[in-house]
C-alpha cells in the first residue's frame, strides 16, 4: 500500500518534471486553426532534434552551424516566407510549409526532411509560434490560392513556348531589370521593334545578375538560370507557381494578370531551356560565347 503510493507519487513528480520542460501548457490559435498543446509539444521536440542547428533556439537563425551559410537560415520570427505558393507577403497553409520541408531548397543548405507526417504537422504548427504577430489571433487568414492555368504548349509545341517564352522574358516582362540577359542587344532590340516595345538594352550591368536589398538583411542575388539551382523549382509547373506568386521579400515579384496565362507558361519552357542549357557545358560555351560578342 505505502509502496504504490510512493510510486504513485514518484511517477506523478517525475511527470511534472517532464511537463515543466516541454514549453507549452495550452494550445494556441493560428493562422485561424486550434492547435493543441500536445501538437506543439511534439513539434517542439522535432524542432530541438532536427531544426535548432541551423534556425535557433530563439527561431532568429542564428543556430550553432547557421555562421557563413548563404542564404542563411531563414529567422523564423519574421513570419516572412519566400517560398510558398500563395501571392507575396500572404499566409502560407500548412501544405506550402510541407511541400518546402519535404523537397528543401535545392542549393541552400535547407536539405530535405524525411519525418513522419505527424512530426511534421507538429513542426510546421511550432514554427508558427516564432512570429506570434504573423500566426496568433482568430483574425488571421490564410494566402490566396490561384488556379493553376492550362499549359496552351505541352511537349509537342515546347519549341513554340521556348521562343515565345525567350521574347516575353528581354521584353514584355524585362525580366532583365534583376535578372541577366541571355539574348544580344541587337537580337532584342529586333524583338521590340517587332512589338512596338521600347526596351533599353545599354546598360552596363545589362548581362549580369542586378543585387536587390530584399527584406531578409542580407543582398539577394537573382539566379542566373544556366548555372544556379533553383530553391523550389522541381519542374515547369513548378515554375509557373513560383512567377505567379514571386518570392516574398526578395524583391521577386508576382506575374499572375501582370502577363498572360499562356506568357507565363512560355516564361517557365524558357527558363526550363535555359536550365538545360547550363546543364550541358557545350550548349552553356556557345550561348555565352555569343552573348560575349554583345557585351
Ligand atoms: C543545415 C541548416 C538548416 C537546417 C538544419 C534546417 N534549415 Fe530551414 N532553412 C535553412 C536555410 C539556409 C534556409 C533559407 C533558404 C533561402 O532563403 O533560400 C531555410 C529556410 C527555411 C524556411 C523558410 C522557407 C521559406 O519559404 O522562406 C522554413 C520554414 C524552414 N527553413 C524550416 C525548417 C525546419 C522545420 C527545419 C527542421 C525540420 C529546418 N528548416 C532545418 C537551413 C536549415
Ligand atoms: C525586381 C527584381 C526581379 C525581377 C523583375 C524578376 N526577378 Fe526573378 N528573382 C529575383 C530575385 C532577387 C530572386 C532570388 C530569390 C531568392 O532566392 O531569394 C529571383 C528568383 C527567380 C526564380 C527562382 C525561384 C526559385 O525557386 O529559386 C525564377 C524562376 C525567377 N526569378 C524568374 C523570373 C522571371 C521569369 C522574371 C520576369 C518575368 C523575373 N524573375 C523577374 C528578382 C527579380
Known sequence: MK???????????????????????????LGGKQVSAATLNLGYTTYVEYCIQCHGMDGKGNGPSAKGLLPPPRNLTQGLYKFPWVPY?????????ARIIRHGLNGSAMLKWDISDE????????????????????DKVL???????????????????????????????????CH???????????????????I????ADYFQLKSQDG???????????????????TDVQSIVQRLMYGV??????????????????????????LQETGANLTERNKLMDKLGGSQ
Not at 181 to 196: I, L, N, P, S
Not at 200 to 203: E, K, L, R, S, Y
Request: proline share 6%.
Open 89 to 97: 507577403g500572404e499566409l502560407p497553409h500548412d501544405e506550402d510549409f
Open 119 to 138: 512530426r511534421l504537422d507538429a513542426v510546421i504548427q511550432y514554427i508558427k509560434t516564432y512570429a506570434p504577430q504573423t500566426w496568433e489571433g482568430k
Open 180 to 198: 541577366r540577359a541571355y539574348a544580344t542587344r541587337e537580337e532584342v532590340q529586333g524583338w521590340a521593334k517587332e512589338a512596338g516595345a521600347d
Open 215 to 233: 527584406e531578409y538583411n542580407y543582398k539577394i542575388l537573382p539566379p542566373d538560370f544556366t548555372y544556379h539551382p533553383l530553391r523550389s523549382i
Open 3 to 29: 509502496l504504490s503510493l510512493i510510486l504513485v507519487l514518484g511517477l506523478f513528480l517525475f511527470a511534472s518534471c517532464v511537463v515543466e520542460k516541454q514549453p507549452f501548457r495550452e494550445g494556441k490559435i
Open 248 to 273: 516574398t521579400g526578395s524583391g521577386m515579384p508576382g506575374w499572375k494578370d501582370v502577363v498572360a496565362d499562356d506568357e507565363l507558361w512560355a516564361l517557365a519552357y524558357y527558363v526550363k531551356h
Open 143 to 177: 494566402g490566396t490560392k490561384f488556379e493553376l492555368p492550362k499549359d496552351p504548349f505541352g511537349d509537342t509545341y515546347e519549341h513554340i513556348a521556348i521562343e515565345k517564352g525567350r521574347k516575353v522574358y528581354h521584353v514584355t516582362a524585362a525580366c532583365t531589370q
Open 200 to 203: 533599353d538594352t545599354t546598360a
